[in-house]
C-alpha cells in the first residue's frame, strides 16, 4: 500500500513527530512505500539542521534521514509554517535577505499543492499530531 | 490532475480559531484542496466550532481574521461545511449567522460522512 503522512506537532514537544517517523519505518519493513512526509504548522520545525539535541535524548532529525537516505522517503515542509518558523533553504534565505539556510538538504520547501498531490497519489494520508 | 485522481476529502477541524497556528492552517488546507480542484468537505467539530462565531475582530492580535478566511470558502468551491452538532449546541452557535453556510449534523450522520471520505484530514 502506497502512504503518505501529514505531521503537524513539533519533533520536540508531545509524540506525534516521533510515532510518524516510527510508524514510516514499520510500514516500509513490512513491504509499503511511503510516497511523501508533508510536514505542517509546528512540525515545519522537524527540518531544523541547527538543533542540538541532548546525549541522553534520542535524536529526532536522523529516523527521517535514514527514511530519505534509506528508502528515498521524500520529506517536504510547508513553505507557510517553515516561513515563520525560520526554516529556510538557500533560496529561501537569498530571497528573504536572511544569514543562511536552516534546514537540512534532505528536506525541502514546497506549497500546500504537495499534500494535495499525496493525497491523489496515496492509498491512505495518516495524520500525526496537532 | 486527471479526474481518476479526484478523490472525496474531508477536512475535520477541531481547534479554535486564535488559540493555536493550526485553527488557520488547518482552514489553509481546506481552501488549498479546493483550489487545486479536489472534492473537498470541511466538518467543524468540538472547539473547532468557535470558528464560526460571528463578530470576530483579530486586529488586536496580529493575525488575519478567520471569519473573513471562511467568508471566502464558497468562492473556492468548496462542496460542504458541516458542524457538530453537539459543539454548536455546547458553545451556543447560532447556525443561521456563521459566516458560511453550515449543515449540522448529528454524531451518526459524522460516522457516515467520515466512512464515505476517501482522505480525512484530521487536525
Redo the contacts between chains.
Sequence with gaps: MIYSLLVLSSPVSGHGARHAATFAHSAIARGHRIHRVFFLDEGAYTGAALSVFPQDESDRLQPWLDLADEHGVELALCISSALKRGMLDDTEADRHEKSGASIHQAFSITGLGQLVDATAHSDRLVTFGG | ?SKA???K?LVVIR?TPYGS??GR?SL??AL??AA?D?AVDVLFMGDGVLQLLAGQDSKAIGVKNIEKLLGSLPLYDIESVYVDAAGAKRYGLDSARTPVPVTLLDAPAINALMADA??????
Excluded at chain 2, 118 to 123: A, I, M, S, T, V
Design positions: 490532475m485522481d479526484r478523490k476529502l481547534h497556528s493550526l492552517a489553509d488546507v488549498a484542496m487545486f479536489q476517501d482522505h480525512l484530514l484530521g487536525f
